[in-house]
Structure formats: structure tokens, C-alpha cells
């Protein structure tokens, strides 16, 4: 049984842009039904970032990152990216991927700070 393995997380100037990557230590993600990415932030209850399906769909729960955040993928390297322009100090969280019936894996750590 494998895990979801984040990575891509830094510290970032406000404005700035970030890509992390998602992938699985055991499962070809082509076959999972969606992958989503979610994030905590300092003191907030985890929330749903933004999902890609198999068939290369994606949606976006969140307003405030709509138009700023991109859901992909990439088969060939069993990976799912998000590419986060324009960051903000409030997009300051820890961000996790995975299917949602899943356990968690260890996140990646984004900081928006001047």
C-alpha cells in the first residue's frame, strides 16, 4: 500500500508563482478517478483547493483562487501539478493531494512572505 508523496512548497514573494507535484508511490494515477489538492492553513480547517478526473477535468472550489490556480497532470510521470500564480499571503497553507477516499500524506509547505 502506497502513499501520496507532495512536493514543491517553498517560500514565495507575494505575487510570486509556485508548481507543486503529486504523485503516488504505488498507483497509476491515469486510473484513479480524481486526483484533488487541498490545503491548511495557520488555524484553519483543511479545505478542497481544485480536482482533476481521469479524464483530465478539473474544478475549483475555491473562488479566490480561481483564474490564479491550475490543476494538471502528467501520465507519463504519474504526476498531478498545481501551478499557483499570483500568491498571496493568504494562500499561506500546507497543501496535500490525493483521492479523496485516501489517507493523507505529509503535505508541502507554501509560505507567501516578503
Known amino acids: 500500500q502506497g502513499q501520496w508523496v507532495e512536493s514543491g512548497g517553498g517560500l514565495v514573494q507575494p505575487g510570486g508563482s509556485l508548481r507543486l507535484s503529486c504523485t503516488h508511490s504505488?498507483?497509476?494515477?491515469?486510473?484513479?478517478?480524481?486526483v484533488a489538492w487541498y490545503r491548511q492553513g495557520p488555524g484553519q480547517q483543511r479545505e478542497l483547493v481544485g480536482a482533476i478526473t481521469d479524464t483530465g477535468v478539473t474544478r475549483y472550489t475555491l473562488d479566490d483562487v480561481k483564474g490564479r490556480f491550475t490543476v494538471s497532470r502528467d501520465t507519463a510521470k504519474n504526476t498531478v501539478y498545481l501551478q499557483m500564480n499570483g500568491l498571496r499571503r493568504e494562500d499561506t497553507a500546507v497543501y496535500y493531494c490525493k483521492y479523496p477516499a485516501d489517507t493523507w500524506g505529509q503535505g508541502t509547505q507554501v509560505t507567501v512572505s516578503s
Open positions: 504505488s498507483e497509476d494515477i491515469a486510473r484513479i478517478p480524481a
